[in-house]
Nanobody
Framework: QVQLVESGGGLVQPGGSLRLSCAAS????????MSWYRQAPGKERELVAT????????NYADSVKGRFTISRDNTKKTVYLQMNSLKSEDTAVYYC?????????????WGQGTQVTVSS
């Protein structure tokens, strides 16, 4: 059974930091590009950061460049999102995403999301 389980969300003051984790199971983690998305109330889900494998090439939304860092540990089957200098506009539900192409078929998995609230 495929599972992506996010953790690490919560309430933090502006300027603070959080580290999100996403633990994967039920599929070959190392074959998948891993991403973090977020969705704020009343807004569409947006891509925050992506990390490929192999090579660990990363890509970030302009709004988080220089503040967020995505990383992965293939031995632990976990992807992380380190979020620093948090702003109120970072408030959203953050979702973990796994994606790969296998025999021309696109495989996509999602986690259930974790709430991040930035407020004083």
């Amino acid at each position: 059974q495929v599972q992506l389980v996010e953790s690490g969300g919560g309430l933090v003051q502006p300027g603070g930091s959080l580290r999100l984790s996403c633990a994967a199971s039920g599929f070959t983690f190392s074959r998948y590009t891993m991403s973090w998305y977020r969705q704020a109330p009343g807004k569409e889900r947006e891509l925050v950061a992506t990390i490929t494998n192999p090579g660990n090439s990363t890509n970030y939304a302009d709004s988080v460049k220089g503040r967020f860092t995505i990383s992965r540990d293939n031995t632990k089957k976990t992807v992380y999102l380190q979020m620093n200098s948090l702003k109120s506009e970072d408030t959203a539900v953050y979702y973990c995403n796994a994606e790969t192409t296998w025999n021309t078929r696109l495989l996509v998995y999602w986690g259930q999301g974790t709430q991040v609230t930035v407020s004083s």
